[in-house]
Structure formats: C-alpha cells, structure tokens
C-alpha cells in the first residue's frame, strides 16, 4: 500500500465499518422499537422508565419519586442523544459527514459510478474527464450501476425496517414473500429515496438539507479549536498548481482557498491527493486542531504565477482512482 494513500484507504474502511454497524443495529437489538410488541430496544435490553415495575413491586413512594425516574432515564438520556452532533461538531467539525456517514458514503459511490459512466461527478456538472481512457468499460459500469440500484436500496430498506419490525417477522415475509403493508413500504420508500438522492440530489442534501451535518458545521464554525483542514502556507511555493486537491474535493471547496468556507467535511482527499502530488512527506495540507487552515482565514493565499509553478515530473493523471475520485 503507497503511504500517501494509507488515509485514505483508513477513511473507506471507517465508513464501511460504520454502514455495516448502522444497518446491523436492529438485528442485534442494540436499537429499535418494536411495533409489535411496542417495545423498545437499547443495547441488548427492553427500555422502560421502570415505573410500572416499581408500582407492582410497592417500591415507588411519591411523585418525587416518578419525577426523578423520568429524568433520569428519559430526559438526559435524550438530551444527551441530542448534544451528539452538536458536541462532535465543536470538536471534529464536520468529521463525522466525511468519515462515518452512511448517506454521504453511497453519495461518494455514486459520483464514482458517474464519473465511470459519464466522465463527470455530477449529472448537471460539467464534463471533466481528462481523457477518453476515463470512460474505458462503460457500459461495464453502467451494468455495474443498474444491478447496484437494483439490489442493493431494496436490501438497505429491509435492513432499516427492523428499526421498527422485528427483524425474525422481516426475514420470514421476506422468505415467503408475503410482505406486509409496513415492510413493502419501508423496503420501496427507502429504495426510492435512495435512488433519487443518490442521482439527483446527493452533496446538495449534505450542504443544505441534513440536520446533524448543519449542526455539526455550524458548532464547528463557531468553535476556535475544532478540526479542520491546515494548508502549509509557509511551503505554498511549492505548490504545483495541479489542482488535485480541488478535483478530488467533492463537497466542491477549493482547499487553497482562504474564503470562510463551511462545507469542508474534513474527509482529508485533498491531503491525500496533495500527497500523490508532492511525496508523502511533502503534501501541503494536514489536519489540526484549530490551526491555521485554508478554510477559516480572512486572507486570500496567492495561487503561483505560471513563472512560480514548479514542475512536478511526478505529476499524473488520478481520475481514474475510485478512492481518490
Ligand atoms: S477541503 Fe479537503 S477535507 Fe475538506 S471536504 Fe474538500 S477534500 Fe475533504
Ligand atoms: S494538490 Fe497540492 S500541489 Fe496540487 S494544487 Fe493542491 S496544494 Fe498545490
């Protein structure tokens, strides 16, 4: 494995190993409501505020009493729940968008496809493969992106109805093929969904639509010591002005940019392609706690002139690297 690619490929592995965890959750009844038994499930236990039991058991003595079982197993668990975004935005900013995210991972599969099939990220951007050799195996792809919409939205449906069907009852409808009402639903809305977003929509909803990613830019914002992107402008002549770092960016910030820019998901591709760019030791960008960053400062950095633009014989084309791209 090339050391300039070892964040990277760290990245992928985080964001699969997180889909894995945030489908498998029912399955292992470490979340889900049960609308059958209108039960709910936390972490391998049925959750309740225990007042029933203590009623039955003649252990529960006044009103004090039941106040403070509420607050404590309803109330601060759920304010705690709600800091989460909020809490991990003033510390890592937007990381958790760029790193764990399962909607910003099919995204980011999505725009590959794209690029694979149509020679761009988008479908209303423009076209922006570099060559023909780009588009080699197309029609592979596009096999490839037909089956994938196919199968996989479907199973993800299933997968997340057993946030609210027992996962045993989805399996044996599914095994039958005698869905009720409640799993057809859920299996053709979240398909739906899934496919509409992903050609559509996809880092717009990121940018301007998902609640837990605009709380966690916005403490992020705010925050003077939250994670981000630092850009070397000491070295900055160093610079090749290959432009890497602004193509792989596929929340659409121009890393060497100074402009305030708040959509930055500190996903790192921008260091990482620095890095195929300058040598693993010299790419320009790396991530800091609150330091000096190409996205939160008030001045502009100079681009190098054509006379100051170092020629990089290491130079070379990327677009066709999936985990770049
Ligand atoms: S600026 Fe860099 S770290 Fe931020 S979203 Fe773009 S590629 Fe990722
Ligand atoms: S990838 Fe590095 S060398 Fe290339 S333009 Fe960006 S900062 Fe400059």
Redesign the pocket.
């Known amino acids: 494995m090339k050391r300039s690619r070892k964040l990277h490929l760290l990245r992928r592995l985080s964001q699969a190993l997180f889909l894995a965890f945030f489908l498998t959750m029912p399955l292992f009844n470490i979340l889900r409501y049960d609308s059958d038994s209108k039960e709910l499930y936390i972490l391998g236990k049925v959750w309740s505020l225990g007042i029933t039991d203590a009623l039955n058991n003649g252990t529960l003595y006044g009103s004090g009493e039941v106040a403070l079982m509420i607050i404590l197993k309803a109330i601060i668990p759920w304010l705690l729940v709600l800091a989460f975004f909020p809490v991990m935005g003033a510390i890592f900013g937007r990381f958790f968008c ?1 790193w764990l995210c399962p909607e910003g991972f099919l995204f980011e599969f999505a725009d590959y496809l794209n690029r694979k099939i149509l020679g761009r990220r988008s479908l209303l951007g423009k076209n922006n493969a570099t060559n023909n050799a780009d588009l080699k195996g197309r029609g592979l792809f596009a096999i490839l992106a037909i089956l994938f919409y196919l199968t996989v939205p479907p199973l993800i449906g299933a997968l997340l109805s057993g946030y609210f069907i027992a996962p045993s009852r989805i399996w044996r409808e599914i095994t039958t093929l005698q869905l009720s009402t409640g799993l057809a639903v859920g299996m053709i809305g979240v398909t739906l969904y899934i496919i509409i977003t992903s050609i559509f929509v996809r880092h717009i909803f990121c940018k301007y639509v998902c609640a837990p990613g605009l709380m966690q830019m916005l403490f992020g914002w705010f925050s003077p010591k939250s994670l981000r ?1 630092a850009f070397d402008r000491k070295n900055f002549s160093r610079c090749t002005d290959c432009r890497r ?1 602004e193509r ?2 596929f ?1 659409g ?1 121009k ?1 060497r940019s100074t402009k305030k820019e708040i ?9 990482t392609a620095c890095r195929e760019e300058l040598g693993s030791e010299g790419g320009l960008f790396s991530f800091s706690f609150g330091g000096v960053t190409a ?1 939160h400062h008030d001045t502009e950095v100079p681009i190098p002139s054509t006379s100051q633009k170092v020629h990089n014989p290491r130079s070379r084309d990327i677009s066709s690297h999936w985990c770049v791209k």
């Open positions: 760029g992107v770092c792989v960016c929340m910030v890393p959509n930055c998901v500190n996903c790192g591709e921008c260091i996205n």
